[in-house]
């Protein structure tokens, strides 16, 4: 299983993975959101979460393309049962054009799509649709909802095992409901027969495009957070850590000043030459930690900066899209509320 181990590797590694010119599109904060995400999408994915894992590998992808994100993106969609997903995220990962000196562990995730790529087609199920009495009028179809592209009535429609529903319309005509069930590598034919109807329409219009699969939604919209508001609470992580160590050694540098100190103390006037060096050397070590204490901070507030800045872009572009909104805040001593109208 070298292929599926080094996909895993690259999923995990989502920089290595990007493409060249998305490389040089996406910001340090979407790479380490993309690394974040991919993470928490490999553990969902160990531990059988898998509808999980869809979503943190479809942010992921959405933030940096990488081809692991198209393969565990295919074998979460498996496991679920949605083979025609499944099937296509394999396929963007197969036909992925790499370039000669791309990491092992890329080519490795290329190479697992086009091995596990047959074993997910071969379970895929197969629909025949035929419309009856449409006459001049152009039908549509709803498989579960959804709208079949016009383009595929009377082709064999690739589709997930499993119980399905079916019904057809036209301009003043309507067929009842057709229930089928799928099994898995099977084919059935379904005919819907229209019949006057008074109805108004309900059937969608057919994706752009009539393709099948999954959609550039699945992969560039994700649920959840938006990229800026995931870059933000990755800052204030960063942020949060930095404050942490800042304070932590600022205490250390404290407490060895102390000690240099009380060293000092005890022996002077008459310090021997090894008590001057113990008192210099933890000295030394006190100057260090403040030293790394003032890093430390200053790695926190542009965390904490960078944060803020990110989460009150996004709050306003959410303001823009909903309108009116009040939120609170809290400050130092200090708290309140803020909204727009």
């Known amino acids: 299983m070298k292929l ?9 590694m989502v920089l290595v993975g990007a493409t060249t010119s998305a490389a040089f599109a996406v910001t340090d904060e979407e790479r380490a959101g993309a690394r974040a995400a991919a993470s928490e999408g490999q553990k969902a994915f160990d531990e059988g979460r898998f509808a999980e894992a869809v979503d943190f590998f479809a942010r992921a992808e959405s933030l940096v393309h990488a081809v692991p994100h198209l393969v565990y993106l295919g074998r979460s969609y498996a496991k679920l049962g949605k083979l025609v997903k499944a099937r296509e995220a394999y396929l963007k990962a197969k036909r992925e054009q790499l370039a000669d000196d791309a990491p092992a562990a890329i080519k490795a995730a290329r190479d697992a799509a086009i091995a596990e790529l047959p074993a997910v087609e071969a379970r895929l199920g197969r629909l025949t649709i035929i419309v009856e009495g449409a006459g001049t009028k ?42 089928v069930t799928l099994s898995e590598g099977g084919s059935e034919n379904v005919v819907l027969k229209l019949e006057p109807s008074s109805e108004a329409p309900s059937i969608p219009q057919e994706p752009a495009g009539g393709g099948t699969g999954i959609s550039t939604d699945d992969l560039k919209k994700p649920s959840g957070l938006s990229t800026m508001r995931l870059g933000s609470y990755i800052s204030f992580g960063v942020g949060a850590v930095g404050l942490g160590l800042g304070t932590y050694f600022l205490l250390d540098g404290n407490k060895k000043s102390a000690d240099a100190d009380s060293l000092a ?51 306003k572009r959410e303001e823009k899209a909903t309108g009116p909104s009040v939120r609170p805040w809290v400050g130092l001593n200090s708290a309140g509320v803020f909204g727009t109208f």
Do not use: M, W
Not at 164 to 170: F, G, N, P, R
Not at 292 to 299: K, L, N, Q, S, Y
């Open 138 to 179: 152009t039908p549509r179809v709803a498989l579960d909802g959804a709208a079949v592209p016009a383009a595929l009535l009377g082709v064999p429609y690739p589709a997930d095992p499993g119980a399905h529903t079916l019904v057809a319309e036209a301009e003043g005509l309507k067929s009842a409901p057709v229930e």
């Open 265 to 315: 103390d005890s022996c002077e006037p008459n310090c021997t030459p090894t008590q001057q060096k113990e008192v210099l050397s933890v000295d030394d070590e006190a100057s260090s930690a403040k030293t790394a204490a003032t890093v430390g901070f200053i790695v926190g507030g542009v965390g904490v900066a960078a944060g803020v800045t990110l989460l009150v872009l996004d709050l």
């Open 4 to 12: 599926r181990r080094l996909a895993r590797v690259g999923a995990t």
